[in-house]
């Protein structure tokens, strides 16, 4: 009986195994798709979607809360990178609002750092830093260094946009603090980046190149052509600043061969301004005029506001520059009309801030009281557990004394019955010796009857002791006298 149950208990393991072995690697599975998708999000966005949407349909299915975070996320990000930058915004609010239901602090804080860079790209500055700050605010908790470091450089970058360049650097240096001390070589890279950018604004052209150079050395150690390209792009322009245009162009056309092999709409647009403002300095106005048309026409395409604003305020330079004061007219109009449109955007960006704050502070609170309403039930359930798996011991426990109580009733009633049997049988024993008593009995009397009879016949037939005295005594005398 012993060895069955442990058996059965063998058996039990030996059946869930396979289950635990099928969920685990369905989560690998999960892990190595968002690896992929996260590796490939810049230079191939397509692939990176592909994989991102498989590791998102996978995780859903087993309820594998971190891989849904990270497919979502990695989905967002490599819309943005397809210039879709508005089908980022779904997959990176449902990241956010799954990490919150999960209640990790570190997914949450990186729910929030890629839904400012997509609000940065769509020119939402005002959600963009409020976002960013949230996951600062995540990332303090749980005192993740590079968390923090990306959040502050977020939250510069939207600063750098706005043309803060003071506030800029005091958080892109706060950032490079905590880089230079972790092992991140492309997020160290970035901070470099970044540094010379903000330097290159404020006309520190030797510090800007300095740490530009060290950006450039980590992105070519490590391969990466697109990081390299975006050197390259900021290089140019800061040579083109000071005035250095062939070293400006050498290094613009580097920038977009790279593009053109990635086939990166967003940056072409970007660099194709960039050559045309070169030319526009060096005076060369027909290839000026070229260039820029085609960096407009490529920002139209995917509907880069901030790229159409640059281009249409160059192109007005341009046509100012070479009396066409009709073109430069039209040009600056829409310029002008275009930065009203972005200034009103980012008024009501912040109006929007706002109500996404009380949002989120209401779904915040609603988590908070699901939560612990969720907190209640399970331990109601775990309680009603608790009661159930008394009741099955005690109720066990009742079976197996009833069971040995039912065994103890049988012995005690088989040992009665044997004790009752031999009582009987002791009691005829009895009966029989009494009997057996009572015929010796019996038959002793009858002996002694017959003794006393015997003797009364002898008594009666003999004479008695004085008779015999008497004559053996007058016998004598007679004797003596003969």
Request: hydrophobic letters at 35%; a positive charge; charged letters at 25%.
């Amino acid at each position: 009986m012993k060895n069955t149950g442990i058996k059965n208990i063998i058996y039990f393991f030996i059946l869930l195994f396979p289950l635990f072995a099928i969920s685990q690697t369905d989560t690998n599975s999960v892990n190595k798709l968002n690896y992929r998708a996260m590796k490939l999000k810049r230079s191939n966005p397509d692939s990176s979607l592909y994989y991102s949407t498989k590791a998102l349909v996978l995780a859903e299915q087993i309820d594998f809360k971190p891989g849904i975070i990270l497919a979502n996320i990695n989905a967002g990000m490599a819309q943005c990178y397809r210039n879709e930058f508005s089908n980022s915004l779904p997959y990176l609010n449902k990241a956010l609002s799954v990490a919150k239901v999960y209640g990790d602090k570190y997914y949450i804080g990186e729910s929030y750092f890629y839904l400012s860079q997509a609000h940065r790209f769509l020119a939402n500055y005002g959600l963009s830093i409020s976002s960013a700050f949230s996951a600062l605010n995540m990332y303090e908790q749980i005192r993740h260094r590079n968390g923090i470091a990306n959040s502050y450089n977020g939250i510069a970058n939207v600063y750098y946009d706005q043309q803060n360049h003071s506030k800029a650097l005091q958080f892109f240096l706060r950032a490079i603090s905590l880089m230079d001390s972790t092992e991140s070589d492309a997020n160290l890279s970035t901070g470099y980046l970044n540094l010379g950018l903000v330097y290159s604004e404020l006309h520190n052209y030797d510090s800007a190149m300095y740490f530009y150079t060290r950006s450039l050395a980590i992105r070519e150690r490590r391969g990466n052509k697109a990081a390299i390209a975006d050197v390259y792009t900021n290089m140019g322009v800061s040579f083109s600043i000071m005035g250095k245009y062939p070293q400006a162009l050498d290094y613009l056309f580097k920038a977009l061969k790279i593009y053109e092999e990635k086939n990166n709409e967003y940056y072409l647009g970007i660099v194709y301004t960039n050559i045309g403002d070169v030319y526009l300095q060096m005076k060369n106005y027909k290839e000026a005029e070229t260039w820029l048309l085609k960096g407009l026409s490529m920002s139209e395409k995917i509907e880069d506001r901030e790229g159409i604003k640059t281009s249409y305020a160059t192109l007005s330079n341009l046509y100012s520059t070479t009396k066409q004061f009709e073109k430069a007219f039209n040009y600056n109009r829409k310029f002008v009309e275009i930065k009203d449109s972005l200034l009103n955007q980012r008024n009501q960006n912040q109006i929007n801030e706002i109500q996404t704050r009380y949002e989120t502070d209401k779904r915040d609170k609603e988590i908070v009281i699901l939560n612990k309403d969720k907190l209640l039930r399970e331990t109601l359930i775990a309680k009603q557990r608790t009661i159930t798996i008394a009741s099955i011991i005690g109720v066990a426990f009742l079976l197996v004394f009833l069971f040995f109580f039912a065994v103890s009733y049988r012995r005690k009633q088989k040992d009665n019955r044997i004790i009752t049997k031999q009582k009987e049988e002791v009691e005829k024993q009895n009966s029989i010796i009494a009997m057996q008593k009572r015929e010796v009995e019996e038959k002793q009397k009858e002996v002694m009857d017959s003794i006393n009879y015997a003797q009364r016949i002898q008594r009666i037939l003999l004479p008695s002791e004085k008779y015999i005295d008497k004559h053996l005594s007058r016998l004598s005398k007679k004797n003596d006298k003969e």
